[in-house]
């Protein structure tokens, strides 16, 4: 059937399904299968669903996937004819009655891969003979008996497989057409063989007794063979034995689904070379796959079929990729040595660019060592600028510095003198008792010397209200003694000293040690505090000057000091910085040393390397050529290639028809190129 008379029916079916259904069914674009209605156990339930062929195809590959996995390689290719046969096949073995196939086609179609992928796609156990040099009735009974106990015992769904070549005679099939009608092969099994086979099957017998189930245990056997056993017969029509084992053996076409496989077409067998040649069809000067397929087709009237075809595809790869072996020797190292000629231009090409990037480098370095040295110069001369002048700076402070000791040395040999004295007074004003003060407070009536040395008390104090009132008030606080201890010679002004000293020369006898002691023991210690206090006051006097010069002298000192210091730190700083352009230019100057040298060496490689290269350019365009040379026979070898590997298919035929052949090919081979 071609693909005209294929789409005629399509369009009929289609018709009849609007017609008599009341729907549309698209056909061409949808596939109906049992792989997704399926039972506890995984086996298809009898049910077809409809599905989209690319839907169909993603399971079918991943079932292929799995198969190869856990099974073996499958060698077959899913173009739409197998795709086809896979959903014809898959519908039979899933339906619920009629499981059985009768696979009518030529050789190499793909027929057994199919029947085994989809029964591995619907977890059906597969079997078929082995036949040997002696297979004869015996075996095959054997083997007969056993698939029929895995069906209708064990109860696995299992595929009985058969092929051409297993038909060694006719009564093996005239079993399978018994089996067929009936169920049973008669004569198979001996009493002795039935009651221990039975035997498992006996109590389900009885429990399906009333269902209406089988009359005896051996026709319940026969139901289970029914229904867990298919049976599938691969047939090439061609075959001598074909129409005598059809005529002789009804129940292959009334009993079984038969299926003529089609044959390939051109796009399928397009595709088919494309996957299995790869390299040799990628061959851009002649069109091998129009070329394949015509020689093939040329040779169907002489009884070609799709195996002869995948096996000129096989021989084809193996004497091309022969060829290529054998051919590609000199080319390797022909093809080496330019590799290792352009690895060489390449390290060349590196080399000119790392001389040209060092040459740069150390440019670069040694500007940045100048810089460096530059910098040492400067820093160097500003450090010697600055020692300079923190060794002036330091000469002038230590000057001042000598000034300020001598003047500070006279000031205090100055107030040397005055204070033993001044200390003694208020020592003895701390010796003072109490009961002494109380005395001067309870007179009425006191002597002058009493009231003239405490008005000097008052008046160093800066309390000028001498009446005896005043007086005795002052000496009523308490601490009075403690405050005059506590006084600051230093808080006496110019006037209050000068009316003081007032006092004490018109006073001069009152303050007199031996007069004042006299009169009072208690007012001899502050007569004597108030005679040190006013010299002590006038020698501040004499000295302030000089106090005054001594701290703006020694203001500018410390000035100076901070100044030096600052200096000394810059100095250090500098110092240091110096050290570390000395460091950097060492360095630098130590890493262009570095770059020197290696640009020296890359600059004498690159000499040597440009010279050789200059020595090899004659030698490298004659690999050239000569690689040419064998890529353009080798663009050839693939349809010569071909042809050989066609004239070794062809091994079967007279020689005339080799003959032929060999006239026909190359004429053809040249129309494509």
């Known amino acids: 059937m071609d693909e005209e008379a294929q789409a005629h029916f399509d369009t009929l079916l289609k018709n009849a399904t609007i017609q008599f259904l009341n729907t549309e069914i698209d056909v061409e674009k949808a596939y109906f299968t049992s792989l997704l209605s399926t039972s506890a156990d995984g086996i298809p339930s009898g049910l077809v669903k409809k599905i989209s062929k690319s839907d169909y195809k993603k399971l079918v590959e991943d079932g292929l996937k799995s198969y190869e996995r856990e099974v073996k390689d499958m060698p077959i290719e899913l173009v739409q004819e197998c795709m086809d046969q896979l959903a014809r096949i898959d519908r039979c073995l899933g339906g619920a009655n009629q499981n059985d196939i009768l696979l009518v086609g030529r050789s190499g179609g793909g027929r057994r891969s199919a029947v085994s992928l989809m029964s591995h796609l619907q977890r059906l156990s597969i079997f078929s003979p082995a036949p040997a040099r002696h297979y004869g009735d015996k ?8 698939v029929l106990q895995m069906a209708g015992v064990e109860k696995q769904h ?78 090439d029509p061609a075959h001598p034995h074909f129409l005598p084992f059809c005529a002789a053996n ?20 397009s595709f088919i070379i494309t996957r299995q040649l790869g390299e040799v069809v990628e061959n851009k000067k ?73 040459q740069k480098v150390l440019e670069e370095k040694q500007k940045l060592a100048a810089e460096a040295l530059t910098n040492i110069t400067a820093a160097m001369k500003r450090s010697a600028e600055r020692r300079q002048e ?4 330091e000469k002038e402070t230590q ?67 001498n009446s005896w009132t005043s007086m005795k008030k002052f000496l009523t606080g308490s601490g009075a003694i403690q405050r005059i201890m506590n006084f600051d010679p230093r808080l006496i002004t110019d006037e209050v000293r000068k009316d003081v ?52 002298a020694t203001a500018s000192l410390e000035k100076a000091n901070a100044v030096l210091a600052e200096y000394k730190d810059q100095l250090v700083e500098i110092d240091k910085n110096v050290e570390q352009l000395r460091v950097d230019f060492e360095g630098r100057t130590k890493e262009a040393e570095v770059l020197r040298i290696g640009l020296e060496r890359a600059t004498q490689t690159l000499e ?66």
């Open 286 to 358: 002649a069109n091998l796959v129009p070329l394949l397929i015509e020689i093939h087709d040329s040779q169907l009237q002489s009884g070609a079929c799709p195996r002869h075809f995948t096996t000129l595809l096989q021989t084809s790869k193996l004497m091309y990729q022969a060829k290529i072996e054998s051919q590609s020797g000199h080319s390797t190292h022909l093809l080496k040595g330019l590799q290792k000629l352009q690895e060489v231009s390449t390290t060349v090409a590196q080399l000119q660019e790392d001389a040209v990037a060092k």
């Open 501 to 552: 000293e007032k006092l004490i020369k018109e006073k001069a006898n009152s303050f007199e040690h031996a007069t004042i002691y006299r009169v009072s023991v208690a007012a001899a210690p502050l007569a004597k505090w108030v005679t040190a206090c006013v010299k002590y006051s006038g020698v501040l006097v004499k000295v302030a000057p000089m106090e005054k010069k001594l701290n703006a």
């Open 399 to 465: 000057v001042e510095q000598d000034k300020n000791e001598a003047e500070k040395a006279s000031i205090e040999r100055e107030l040397a003198e005055i204070q033993p004295i001044l200390d003694g007074a208020k020592k003895a004003v701390g010796s003072i008792r109490p009961d002494h003060v109380n005395e001067i407070r309870t007179l009425k009536c006191p002597p002058d010397p009493i009231v003239d040395v405490l008005n000097g008390v008052l008046r160093l104090m800066g309390n000028y209200d």
């Open 158 to 235: 299992s595929v009985f497989f058969l092929e051409d070549h297993h038909l060694l005679k006719s009564e093996f099939l005239e079993s399978i057409n018994s089996l067929l009608s009936a169920g049973d092969v008669p004569g198979i099994w001996t009493p002795e063989e039935l009651e221990p086979l039975l035997a498992p099957l006996k109590e389900e017998w009885a429990a399906s007794q009333g269902r209406g189930g089988a009359r005896t245990p051996f026709d319940y056997f026969v139901e289970q063979i029914r229904t867990h056993l298919r049976i599938v017969i691969c047939m």
């Open 139 to 146: 075996e095959w009974k054997r083997d007969l008996k056993q």
């Open 390 to 393: 923190v060794e002036k700076l």
């Open 250 to 269: 009804p129940a292959l076409f009334a009993c079984m689904n038969v299926m003529w496989a089609e044959e390939w077409s051109e796009r399928s067998r």
């Open 608 to 673: 040597k390397a440009n010279s050789l290269m200059g020595k090899m350019s004659g030698e490298k365009q004659r690999w050239q050529q000569e690689v040419k040379e064998i890529k353009r026979d080798a663009e050839l070898l693939s349809t010569h290639t071909c042809l050989a590997a066609y004239c070794t298919y062809l091994g079967h035929c007279p020689e005339d028809v080799r003959q032929q052949a060999n006239i026909l090919w190359p004429e053809k081979r040249y129309r494509h190129l």
